[in-house]
């Protein structure tokens, strides 16, 4: 009896040790999705600065956002990190819509930073967090004043008003 005992406390320990391995490797894959999607958001920031400014920066935020909004969260996980929630900073983990997820979180960080900073000034139309309620009334606000079509171009991706 003590035999089967014991086996069943290594059996026990065995599976936490499992189950606490893999929720520190979700964890670091989720950061380096996260890593991933910034330094393609910084690569797409500069293409959309030369192209466009900051104008061409809110289109593409708008619209991809709008498509990821359109898709079921059932993909990997992805981690945010330090995001204000209610005054605290605070590591996000979300299941990801689309591959572009993270790069869409990433590059509004980037242009609210710019705004912060002075490179951009402050829009007419504000970019809410991507799971806001908030974001839909920005996006039929500015797809309202939408003046031509907006398609994807190049390899970035990128959604530009033609």
């Known amino acids: 009896m003590l035999i089967i005992e014991i086996e069943l406390l290594i059996a026990l320990v065995l599976v ?21 999607g910034l330094k393609r958001a910084r690569t797409l920031f500069r293409f959309l600065d030369q192209k466009d400014g900051q104008q061409a ?11 990821l909004r359109s898709k079921r969260r059932v993909g990997d ?16 983990m979300l299941r990801m819509s689309h591959k572009n997820e993270p790069r869409w979180v990433a590059l509004r960080r980037l242009y609210l930073s710019a705004i912060q900073d002075g ?8 970019i809410p967090p991507l799971w806001d309620r908030e974001f839909d009334v920005a996006y039929e606000h500015w797809k309202d004043n939408l003046l031509g079509t907006i398609q994807k171009y190049g390899p970035e991706g990128a959604w530009i008003v033609a």
């Open 77 to 92: 996980f992805y981690c945010i990190p330090a995001e204000n929630i209610d005054g605290e900073l605070q590591d996000i």
């Open 57 to 67: 920066v809110i289109n593409h935020l708008l619209e991809e956002g709008n498509f």
């Open 16 to 36: 936490l040790i499992a189950i606490t391995r893999r929720t520190a490797i979700t964890q670091w894959l989720a950061n380096r999705r996260y890593q991933i």
């Open 119 to 126: 490179y951009f000034q402050k829009s007419v139309i504000e």
